[in-house]
């Protein structure tokens, strides 16, 4: 542990930032200890993080930000186009995310706010997904958990959920065509615009 600590495992090639591998600080050479890394780049750099299991957190990022973690939260405040953000257990907790973003979590909750993101696939296997403050277009899905879907659609938007409830909230000025269909359960609309269409065996269109 005292190597470690007075040699970083911290390797600069370039504009390439590496840090730690196996033979330094891996399971291998250190067991039972967690060690946290914080590093300030530029903001208009790009971010690719990976780690078996922990906590990635970036902030303030203008260029893409890739971060996959096997157990462990993915939190971001600030990121840019093309982001990708995946755990395996945990939370993603999103925040001020631009343009195309694909964002997962196997077992966990999904919370996206204050974004203005298009073209972009949410999806949990087992949790809630809350996205609130959302423009352009979205993929919203979760095999078993809630949804709570609130912005102004600009594209086309798609929410699923296999077990659990749909919340959509659309912004007063937004304009859209609406198809709800639930297997089991009620739909309840209280869009203050007038509504177009019929309810036949729970499909509301």
């Known amino acids: 542990m005292k190597k470690v600590a007075a040699t970083p495992p911290v390797q600069q090639i370039g504009n390439a930032i590496h840090v730690g591998d ?50 462990g939260d993915v ?13 395996s257990a945990g939370n993603l907790d999103i925040q001020g995310a631009h343009g195309v973003l694909q964002a997962r979590t196997s077992n966990g909750n999904l919370t996206i706010r204050d974004s203005d993101i298009k073209d972009s696939i949410i ?25 709570s879907v609130a912005g102004l659609p600009t594209a086309d938007w798609e929410m699923r959920t296999g077990n659990g409830t ?8 937004a304009k859209f065509e609406l198809d709800a269909e639930t297997g089991a359960g009620t739909i309840d609309s209280s869009l203050s615009s007038p509504l177009n269409g019929h309810i036949t065996n729970g499909v509301d269109r």
């Open 123 to 147: 999806e949990a296997g087992a949790g809630n997904i809350t996205a609130t403050n959302l423009k352009g277009g979205v993929r919203v899905n979760t095999g078993t958990g809630n949804l």
């Open 75 to 87: 939190i971001v405040n600030g990121v840019g186009n093309d982001s990708r953000l995946m755990t």
């Open 22 to 71: 196996n033979n330094t600080c891996g399971s291998n050479v250190l067991r039972n200890i967690d060690i946290d890394y914080e590093i300030s780049i530029p903001k208009n750099a790009t971010v690719i993080a990976k780690t078996g299991a922990g906590t990635i957190h970036a902030e303030s990022i203008t260029g893409f930000v890739h971060a996959a973690t096997g157990n």
């Open 166 to 173: 749909i919340q959509f909230h659309a912004d007063a000025d």
